[in-house]
């Protein structure tokens, strides 16, 4: 049982490069997610899923675009990266009903030049 | 809508001493409450959560953290830290009707020093 993987774990981009980040969650989850950390803010919602099929923006969603074809896996996309997307970014994965725990991945971090 | 605010950015203490780290959020209305951990490098691991019931809630590596509706507080506190409790912690709340939703504080670096 992996839990939620992510990759990549490093990447540098330059300015306007496209790249996707994919997220991987083995506990048969409904509810995914995509998070930024950036220093002094916390984690902050990009996108997130309720199921296979369906995304919603969170609350920093320009700038990224998700798609959650299969239950288990949600990828995050940049179509054209720029400096301010330079960030820690965390998938995380969670039941529907119950305690709403969040489990987390280990994180990716990005840096866009 | 939600927003916490953790009232310390860093607290420095001293291995064996007793802690506290401080959250307030913004709105009363019902909410389901969360401390999360954050060690270096890696990725951000459940402390505890109130859901309903007691306000004292108890968590794993001896932390518990108490819940005060009346002051939308949701501190929390070990009474004696070790070395291996030094990382990041954020406080997070989510709305009961949107429970899937979480708003996180910006974070508390405890640094705790021999």
């Known amino acids: 049982n992996a839990g939620v993987t992510q990759t990549p774990k490093f990447r540098v981009l330059k300015t306007g490069q496209s790249m996707t980040l994919l997220c991987a969650q083995d506990?048969?989850?409904?509810?995914m997610y995509w998070y930024r950390q950036d220093p002094g803010m916390g984690l902050r919602l990009i996108h997130y899923?309720?199921?296979?099929?369906?995304?919603a923006k969170g609350e920093v969603p320009d700038g990224y675009n998700v798609s959650r074809l299969k239950k288990q896996n949600f990828l995050l996309g940049l179509e054209s990266a720029a400096p301010s997307q330079t960030s820690v970014y965390f998938c995380?994965?969670?039941?529907?009903?119950?305690?709403?725990?969040?489990?987390f991945g280990p994180g990716t971090r990005l840096t866009v030049t | 809508a939600q927003s916490v605010t953790q009232l310390d950015s860093q607290v420095p203490v001293f291995e064996e001493a007793p802690v506290e780290l401080r959250c307030n959020y913004s709105?009363?209305?019902?909410?389901?409450l969360f401390w999360y951990v954050q060690y270096p490098n890696q990725g951000l691991q459940l402390l505890l959560k109130?859901?309903?019931?007691?306000?004292l809630v108890k968590g794993i590596n001896g932390f518990e953290a108490e819940f005060n509706k009346s002051q939308t507080s949701f501190h929390l506190r070990k009474p004696s830290v070790h070395i291996s409790d030094t990382a990041e912690y954020f406080c997070?709340?989510?709305?009961?009707?949107?429970?899937?939703?979480?708003?996180f504080g910006a974070g508390t670096i405890l640094r705790v020093k021999s």
């Open positions: 109130y859901l309903s019931g007691s306000t």
């Open positions: 709105s009363s209305v019902s909410v389901y």
């Open positions: 997070a709340v989510s709305d009961r009707g949107n429970g899937n939703k979480l708003v």
């Open positions: 506990m048969n989850h409904e509810y």
């Open positions: 899923s309720v199921g296979e099929g369906t995304t």
């Open positions: 995380a994965s969670s039941y529907h009903r119950g305690g709403y725990e969040q489990y």
